[in-house]
Nanobody
Framework: VQLQASGGGSVQAGGSLRLSCAASGDPLSSFFMGWFRQALGKERDFVAGISRYGSGTTYAASVKGRFTISRDNGKNTVYLQMNSLKPEDTAAYFC????????????????WGQGTQVTVSS
C-alpha cells in the first residue's frame, strides 16, 4: 500500500489543522493505521492509532483531548484532527499502516508515508 500524507502547514498556537493520509493499493480496512511525528533532532514518536474499522483509538498522552484520529475506509483515507495546537507540536507528521491487529511498536508498522510538516508558532 502507498500512503500520501497532506494537510500540514503553519499555524499559530491555539489553532487547528487536519491532516489526511490517502492510501492506494490494498484496501485501507486491511490495516491498523497510525500517526507519528518527528521534531527536528528528536526521535520519532507515536501520536495516535486507529483500528481497522475505527472501533478503537489510542493516543499519546501529550495529544489526548486535543487530537482526534478517524478513518473513512470508503475513501481509503485516515485523518488527524489537531486542535489547540502548541509550539511543541511542531514536527513532521507521518502516517503508517500495520497488518498487525494492534501494533505495539514502530517496527510493527509495514508501510510509511512521507512526512507533512506542521509548524506551530507562539
Amino acid at each position: 500500500v502507498q500512503l500520501q500524507a497532506s494537510g500540514g502547514g503553519s499555524v499559530q498556537a491555539g489553532g487547528s489543522l487536519r491532516l489526511s493520509c490517502a492510501a492506494s493499493g490494498d484496501p485501507l480496512s486491511s490495516f491498523f493505521m497510525g500517526w507519528f511525528r518527528q521534531a527536528l533532532g528528536k526521535e520519532r514518536d507515536f501520536v495516535a492509532g486507529i483500528s481497522r474499522y475505527g472501533s478503537g483509538t489510542t493516543y499519546a498522552a501529550s495529544v489526548k483531548g486535543r487530537f482526534t484520529i478517524s478513518r473513512d475506509n470508503g475513501k481509503n483515507t485516515v485523518y488527524l484532527q489537531m486542535n489547540s495546537l502548541k509550539p511543541e507540536d511542531t514536527a513532521a507528521y507521518f502516517c503508517a499502516a500495520s497488518r498487525r491487529y494492534i501494533p505495539s511498536a514502530d517496527d510493527e508498522y509495514d508501510y510509511w508515508g512521507q512526512g507533512t510538516q506542521v509548524t506551530v508558532s507562539s
